[in-house]
C-alpha cells in the first residue's frame, strides 16, 4: 500500500470523525495514530524512506513534505504516542468536535516536523493554531472563551511571522527549504537578514519565550481535561524541534533558555489552580531544551530531543492526573483540594510517578533526558548555566514534583469523596507512567533514536549521588517551610505576571483613552454647539422683528449711508 506524507492519515481521517457516532468513532479516533504509525515505519505499508519525498510542485515552488531524518523521526515517533495515549484518555467525552480536532491537531504537528520547506511548515503551523483552539473553547465558558481568544491571536501571529519571513528569507536566499540557516555561510551573517529574524520570533513565540509565553499559562488550564493533555504534547515541542532544526549553536538561546528555566520557579509556588503550576512548569522544562538548542553540541542536541521525548510523556501524564480530578471533583484549586488519594488511588500514584520523572528521580525517563542536557552543557564549558539549570532543577522538586501530588492527594483532608477516574482515563495513565519507568529502566532504548550516536551512561555513582543531593535538599525545603516558615497559603487568587499588560494595563489605558476621548468630544461639541447658538442669537437680533437690518430705512437715509461709503471708498483711493 503506498504510503501517504507524515500526518496526513490523522489530519484527513480526522475529517471524518464528526461523521460517526459512538463506538465506531472512538475506534476511528483510535485506529488513526496507529494507522498513521505504520505508515511512517512501513507496516503494511511501502514505508517512508530516509532523505526527502512526497514532493509537489505548486506554483513554481517546490513544496516538500517528508524530510526524513533520525531527528524528525524522534519527534515523530512520540508525537504519534502521544495522539494515540490523548486518544485513548479521552474515549469517555462524548463530543465529537475535540476529537476531530485534537485529531487534526496532532496530525498538524507530525507534518509539520516532517516538512522539509518553509511553505509546507507554515501551513501546518497554521493547522495546529486554528484546530487546538477549539480545545479550549470546547470548556464552554466565558473565560476560556476569552483565553481561546487571546491564544488564537496569538498563534496566528506567529504564523504571519513565518509566512513574512519565510518570503523574505526566499527573496534573500533564493530558497525556501527549511534546515540549519547558517549552511551557506557564517550564522552571524544570516541571523542579521530580516527574513531569518522574523522567522526566530515566530518561533520563540510558540516556545513560549520568556515576555511572549503568557498564552500558554493563560490558555491550557482553561481547556477542557482532556484538551490539555493533546495541548501539552505538540505546540511547544513543534517549536522546539524547529529550533533545533534551524538555530542549533545560536549561542543567545542558553541565556533565553537559562531565564525560561528560572522565572516560572516563583509563580508556580504561590499560584494555587495546580493546572497552571502545570503550565508554569511546562515553560520551565522547556528552558532546558533551549538551552541545549543554544549549546548546539552533538551531547546537547540529543538532550534536547531526548528531554522533548521524556517530558511529552510526563508532562502529559501529570496533566492527566489533574485532568481525572477536574473530571471528578470540577476544580483543580489547591485550597479545594487534599486527601484524594482515598477515593482516586490510581490516579495518585500514576501522579506520582509523572512528579518523580518530571523532578528527575533515577529510574524515571526525566533522569536519564536531563543528564544528557546537563552534561551537554558542562562539556560546553558553561558552568555558570549548568548551576543555574541545577537551581531550577531544585525548584521543578518543589512545585511539581511534591506541590502537585500533595496538595491534590494528601495535605490535609478536603472531605471530598469521588468515584474513581473513567477507565479510559486510567488505562492512559497507567500506560503513560510504565513508559516514564521503562524509559528510565532502559535508557539505552530512547538513546538509540537520537540524532546522534552516543554512549552516555546515566547511572554512575556520581551522578546518582549528585541528584539525589539535589533532590533531598529541596525536600527539606519544602518541609521546613511548611513545618516552621510558612509555606505561601492556597487561596483563591488569580496570579498574573507579564500578561498583566495586556490583560490589564493595556485594557485599563484604551479604557482611560475612551473617556478621555468621549470627554473631549464632549467639550468640543458643546463649545461648538454655544458658538453657533450665539451667532445664531446675533443674527436674530439684528435680522429678525424688530432687529436694526431688518428695519424699513428712509429714502434720505440710505441716501446718507451711500454718501458715507463712497466718501470712505474716495479717501482709501487716495491713500493707496
Not at 506524507?5 to 481521517?13: F, N, R, S, V, W
Not at 487568587?493 to 485599563?508: I, K, Q, T
Amino acid at each position: 500500500m503506498t504510503s501517504l506524507a507524515p500526518g496526513l492519515i490523522l489530519c484527513l481521517g480526522g475529517l471524518l470523525i464528526p461523521l460517526l457516532k459512538g463506538n465506531v468513532q472512538r475506534a476511528l479516533a483510535l485506529a488513526l495514530p496507529v494507522f498513521s504509525f505504520a505508515n511512517l515505519v512501513g507496516w503494511g505499508f511501502t514505508g517512508i524512506e530516509t532523505g526527502i519525498s512526497h514532493q509537489f510542485e505548486v506554483m513554481g515552488y517546490t513544496l516538500v513534505m517528508a524530510r526524513v531524518d533520525k531527528l524528525s523521526l524522534i519527534f515523530g515517533y512520540i508525537f504519534h504516542i502521544a495522539a494515540l495515549l490523548s486518544v485513548i484518555y479521552s474515549l469517555h467525552v462524548d463530543d465529537a468536535k475535540q476529537m476531530a480536532s485534537g485529531t487534526i491537531y496532532a496530525g498538524a504537528g507530525i507534518g509539520a516536523v516532517f516538512s522539509g520547506d518553509l511553505i509546507s511548515l507554515f501551513i501546518f503551523w497554521e493547522i495546529t493554531a486554528f484546530t487546538s483552539v477549539f480545545l479550549i473553547w470546547a470548556a464552554n465558558n466565558e473565560r476560556a472563551n476569552k483565553a481561546a481568544i487571546r491564544y488564537l491571536v496569538v498563534q496566528v501571529a506567529s504564523g504571519v511571522l513565518l509566512l513574512a519571513g519565510a518570503i523574505l528569507h526566499y527573496q534573500s536566499t533564493g530558497s525556501l527549504a527549511f534546515g540549519s540557516l547558517d549552511q551557506v555561510g557564517a550564522f552571524t551573517e544570516h541571523i542579521g537578514q530580516a527574513g531569518v529574524q522574523l522567522i526566530l520570533l515566530s518561533f520563540a513565540i510558540k516556545c513560549a519565550f520568556p515576555f511572549l509565553h503568557n498564552w500558554l499559562q493563560d490558555a491550557y488550564p482553561k481547556a477542557t481535561a482532556t484538551g490539555t493533555v493533546f495541548l501539552s504534547a505538540f505546540t511547544t515541542k513543534l517549536a522546539v524541534y524547529t529550533l533545533i532544526r534551524g538555530f542549533a549553536g545560536f549561542e543567545p538561546l542558553i541565556y533565553v533558555g537559562v531565564v525560561m528555566t528560572l522565572f516560572p520557579i516563583f509563580f508556580a509556588v504561590i499560584e494555587n489552580d495546580l493546572r497552571k503550576v502545570l503550565a508554569y512548569s511546562l515553560n520551565n522544562q522547556l528552558g532546558f531544551m533551549v538551552v541545549a538548542v543554544g549549546v548546539g553540541s552533538e551531547m546537547a542536541i540529543n538532550g534536547a530531543c531526548a528531554h522533548a521525548f521524556a517530558h511529552i510523556l510526563y508532562k502529559a501524564l501529570l496533566f492527566m492526573s489533574m485532568g481525572a480530578v477536574l473530571h471528578r471533583v470540577g476544580t483543580t484549586k489547591a485550597s479545594q483540594l487534599g486527601g484524594l488519594y482515598r477515593s482516586m488511588p490510581v490516579t495518585a500514584i500514576c501522579c506520582i510517578i509523572g512528579a518523580a520523572s518530571i523532578s528527575a528521580f533515577p529510574l524515571t525517563s526525566g533522569f536519564i533526558s536531563k543528564a544528557l542536557t546537563l552534561q551537554g552543557v558542562i562539556d560546553a564549558g558553561h558552568a555558570w548555566i549548568w548551576g543555574g539549570l541545577l537551581i531550577a532543577s531544585a525548584g521543578v522538586m518543589e512545585h511539581s514534583g511534591i506541590k502537585i501530588p500533595f496538595f491534590a492527594f494528601f495535605g490535609h483532608d478536603s472531605g471530598i469523596r469521588c468515584e474513581r477516574a473513567p477507565l479510559n482515563m486510567q488505562i492512559a495513565m497507567v500506560i503513560t507512567a510504565a513508559l516514564c519507568l521503562v524509559i528510565g529502566c532502559m535508557p539505552g532504548q530512547l538513546y538509540a533514536l537520537l540524532p546522534y550516536a552516543t554512549d552516555y551512561k546515566p547511572y554512575t555513582g556520581a551522578h546518582i549521588v549528585t541528584q539525589f543531593q539535589l533532590l533531598l535538599f529541596a525536600m527539606l525545603a519544602f518541609v521546613i517551610l511548611m513545618k516552621y516558615w510558612g509555606y505561601p497559603d492556597e487561596e483563591e487568587s488569580e496570579n498574573l505576571d507579564s500578561d498583566w499588560l495586556y490583560r490589564r494595563a493595556f485594557p485599563a489605558v484604551w479604557r482611560q483613552s475612551v473617556v478621555a476621548v468621549n470627554s473631549a468630544r464632549s467639550i468640543v461639541v458643546t463649545g461648538a454647539l454655544a458658538g453657533v447658538s450665539s451667532v445664531m442669537s446675533g443674527v436674530q437680533r439684528h435680522h429678525g422683528p424688530g432687529g436694526l437690518l431688518s428695519k424699513t430705512w428712509s429714502a434720505g437715509t440710505m441716501v446718507m449711508l451711500g454718501k458715507i461709503a463712497l466718501a470712505f471708498y474716495l479717501i482709501l483711493y487716495l491713500l493707496t
